[in-house]
Each structure stands twice: as structure tokens, then as C-alpha cells.
């Protein structure tokens, strides 16, 4: 998507490689929205530890990253005895695959990326191999998010007022987005709507990653605090739910996403508001057959008991340094300790349909149109 710093707009994805350098490239989204940079991770490693810090994030932006870092990995292998790269490459894998738990993006990205890697014979053939899987898994990205685009604007009108929830935009993928995508769709007919972007405690990315997307793309939005939604519901105030996913298992149509999801999910039902999930294929999940068996990630309590935010005056610039400062500030009770389960699963009973690129299905009747989906035994 374009990025407007100063007057001028660029085109930006959020996860590219430099082949030059064999480094990733990502946006640091722990600084948005007051400041935008592109930061390069040097070896597999500091890959990894970019996505378990969330300086890259979101289902399909980590999937597309791993898939580089995997790349990235088998490159910076020296010599030319298979049986040892394919043990590096194990491990690079296992590093990549261990960084966050719940999106399955990631390994659906990595084994891609191995599956193309066994066409070729020699050491070096693989390496070739694994960068263009690579961008093949990134450019695929990005058109399954067009896509969902094209099936998802049909569901917005104009006078419409649609809830999302955390961030399942541009940045969340490698662009367009999830979520967002019927929104860009039915603004680019020329349709007149109005985005709620749940704040999305505790990191807030709805706050800070949504709500600086939908400013840079002109679309007319508030924040709201994840506690207004029901509110909202209960006054007519909400036409439309549409959401991303980090993992949908295509055997029961359980969808897990950030946490609160599920609240949301059950007031939308209650009101009698429709409720879609949007996903690219890499979010599939064709294995597990129970919601709780997905893994959920605990992140550190330090999120919940307090907030990062920026102090002082800090006007969007591209990697100068910021005038104001990020800063930490406890909110909690100093003595008191939190839990912090970074998703929720929502059940299919709950969800009106979930929007593909390759149409829009019920929940239930993801494992009868597997092959249209891209399952393969
Ligand atoms: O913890 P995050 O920010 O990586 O959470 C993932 C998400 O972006 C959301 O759950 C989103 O709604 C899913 S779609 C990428």
C-alpha cells in the first residue's frame, strides 16, 4: 500500500529481501504509528527474533517472513554436502517454526518453501529454489488478499458501519490485507462507509496499526474501546463485523484470532449483525480436528499491567529519529500480576461466512470445498 510521509507517497510491502545483502526487510511496527522504519534482520536467527518480538506481525507478514528467513537460512549455508544443509535446514525450520505458536502461516509458508527446495538435486539449486518459493509464498500474499477483496466488497454498502478488530490490514500480510480488503475494494467503487477499529488491548494494534492505515487510506474511522462495541450493537450503530484470522481449521471452521474476538463474535450474534472472517488459504489449518487443540500464545503480563505509547510531540517521519519518546508507563496495581492470552477461538455456529480468495463459505463447508481451497494430502 502507499505510506504518505511528508507529501509524498510511496509504495511500501511489509516484508521484502534483499538478495544482496541476504538480509529481510521489514517495516518496525512496534513504532507506528508515530514513526515509520525499515529495519534489515541479518541472519535466520535475528529473523526469528523479529517475529517472537513483533517487530513484524500479523497471520500472513509472519508467514511471508519465515518464508524468507528459510531462504535467508539455506543461503548462508558454505559447501556442498546435501545430507549437512539438509540438517542446517532442519534447524534453521525449528528456529523459524518455534518463534510464535498460533498463527500457521508460518510453517504452512515454510513447508511451501521446502516442497519447492526438493526440486533441485545440488546444494546450491535448493538455495536458488527456497528464495524464489519465497517470493512465490509473498507475491501469492498478495493475491489472495486481492482477491478476498473482490468476494468481500459485495458485503459493504455505502452508509454502512463495519467493526474490525486488532490489525488484519496491509501490514498484517505482505500487503492489502485481510479484513481490510473488502473495505479498499468497496472504496475504490466509490463506496461511502465508516470503519470502528477496535482499540485491541493490550498491544492496541487496532488503535495504532489499523487506525494509521485506514488515516493513510482516507477511510473515515474512530477507535473505540474494546469494552464500546456491544454498545455500539445495541444502539444500531454497527451494520458489519469483519475480521482476520491466524489459524481456521478446515475441518470444523473454528477460528482462532486475537483475543476478544470471540466477545465479539457472541454480542455480534446477539444483535443480529453479520460476521465474517477473512483469510488468505495459508491460514488453513487442515489437521487439527478441536479449536482447543490451537495452540494460544501467553505473552508476558508486562502488556496487560501497563501500555507503550509516545510522549510529546512526534510527527510521522521516515527513520529520523523521533521527537518524542516511546515510552512504557505502568497502569496496574503495581503488586498485582496478569494473565495474557494473546488469542481466542470463535465457533462456526458464530460466524456468518468466512471470505477466500476463492469465495465466501460458510464455516461449515470449508472441508467439503477442501480442493477449491488448496488442500493436498
Ligand atoms: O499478535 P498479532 O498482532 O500478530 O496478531 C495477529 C493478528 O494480526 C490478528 O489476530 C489478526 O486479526 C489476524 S489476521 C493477520
Redesign the pocket.
Known sequence: MNVTIGHRAEHFRTVTFNAGTNSVQLIEQRLLPHEFQIVATKDYRATARAITE?VV??????GATAAYGLAQGARAFRGTNLDRFTRHLDSVFNTLASA?PT?VDLVNAMQDVRRQMLTGVTVAEQQALALAAAEDFANEDVRHCEAIGRHGARLIRTGMRVLT????GWL??VDVG??TAPMYAAQAQGKKFHVFCDETRP?S?GASLTAWELAQQKIPHHVIADNAAGHLMQRGEIDLVI????RTLGRTGEVA??IG?YTKAVLAARHRIPFYVAIPLS?IDWNLKRGFDIPI?ERHEDEVLGAWGVAGKNPLRKSAATSGKRTYVRVANPESHARNP??DVTPPELITGIITPAGVFKPNALWKNRLKLGFSV
Open positions: 513483533m506481525r500479523g497471520a500472513g507478514a509472519i510464535r498463527a478488530h486488532c490489525n488484519a498484517a500480510f485481510t479484513a498491544r494494534q475480521v482476520g484470522s491466524d484470532n486475537k474476538t491460514t500464545e494473546g488469542f
